[in-house]
Every structure is written in C-alpha cells, then in structure tokens.
C-alpha cells in the first residue's frame, strides 16, 4: 500500500497567471518544465525503483510520481504541465511489486525505441 508524499514542483522561474479574476502561477515556459522533467528522469537510478519517476495516462496528458521511499511506499507527485494526479485511491492501492512491472514495462519500451534500424 503505497502513500502520498508533498508534491515537487519542477526547478524553472515561475510566473503569476490571471484571467477573468482567477488567478495561479505558472511556469514562464512550458518547455523548461518538460526539459527539468526529463534531466530528472535522465539522471535516476537505473536499479530498482527507489528514485525513479513513474507516470499514468490522464486526459490529453500524464500524471508524474516520483518514488521517494520503499517503507512504507511513498509516492511524490510531480507539478508540472497540467498538474495531473491519479485518485488518491488509486495511489493508496499501488504495491512494490506494482511500482516494479511499471518500471519494468517502461525499461522495455525504451529499448524498443532505443534500436536502430
């Protein structure tokens, strides 16, 4: 059973968003959160899945985890983009060995898409 950990929210200059009264802050330029997003995943380890990021299908984009720690299993969400999360539900069903197959399943794609031709 996995936990929710404090949200991270990606290292790029932030900026204050208002429109018809609602107001939210934003990064200046989405491109810097997807490049600080894939530094990120560039640089995590590649045993295991303590420090990895993981990610789920939402709507026209994903939702982003980052594994902080394995007892208990606690899960970050990362802000960026559209700042999707999965239902707290889902989160709290989620085991080790869950966490594993996805990381597993990603690994393999990336070598799929990682040969040439």
Not at 52 to 71: H, N, Q, T
Request: glycine content about 6%; charged content about 30%.
């Amino acid at each position: 059973m996995a936990h929710l950990g404090e949200p991270i929210y990606p290292d790029v200059e932030w900026v204050w968003n208002e429109v018809c009264g609602m107001g939210w802050w934003q990064s200046k330029d989405i491109r810097d959160e997807y490049r600080w997003l894939e530094e990120q995943v560039a640089n995590q380890p590649s045993d295991g899945i303590k420090g990895r990021y993981i990610s789920f299908p939402v709507a026209d984009g994903k939702a982003v985890y980052y594994v902080e720690k394995l007892r208990p299993l606690t899960l970050r969400p990362v802000m960026f983009g559209d700042c999707y999360q999965i239902p707290d539900a889902h989160i709290r069903g989620l085991t080790r060995s869950d966490i594993e197959e996805m990381v597993e399943r990603e690994k393999r794609i990336q070598e799929i898409f990682s040969r040439k031709a």
